[in-house]
């Protein structure tokens, strides 16, 4: 699933890359084969996640193109940063 990170101080370990409120995390991994992420995300203080299913999440990406477009920036954004091309932007 998908998660969302209102509240709380949260990083991504590998990149040691601190995350905003409301940021989302795990879409990545909803996306390829074996469902596996590609990054670990730890709190540094208490965090409330939301959770967003998988379903939910293809439905919103189907139905709301702006949705779709946002996730799609986001996860090619986090895989140049993973491979080294940079930080990683909350997409606009």
């Known amino acids: 699933p998908m ?3 209102p ?21 990545i991994a909803m996306f390829t084969p074996d469902k ?6 730890k ?6 996640l939301m959770k ?3 379903e939910k999440t293809l439905q919103l990406y189907s139905e709301n193109p702006e949705f779709g477009l946002y996730v799609t920036k986001m996860m090619v954004q986090r895989l ?3 491979a080294g091309n940079g930080p990683v932007p909350n997409p606009a």
């Open 43 to 48: 709190c540094l203080e208490k965090c409330t």
């Open 36 to 41: 596996n992420r590609t990054q670990s995300v």
């Open 52 to 54: 967003i299913t998988e």
């Open 7 to 27: 509240m709380g101080a949260s990083y991504i370990t590998w990149r040691d890359t601190s995350l905003q409120d409301g940021q989302l995390i795990g879409e």
């Open 3 to 5: 998660h969302n990170a």
């Open 80 to 82: 140049l940063s993973n």
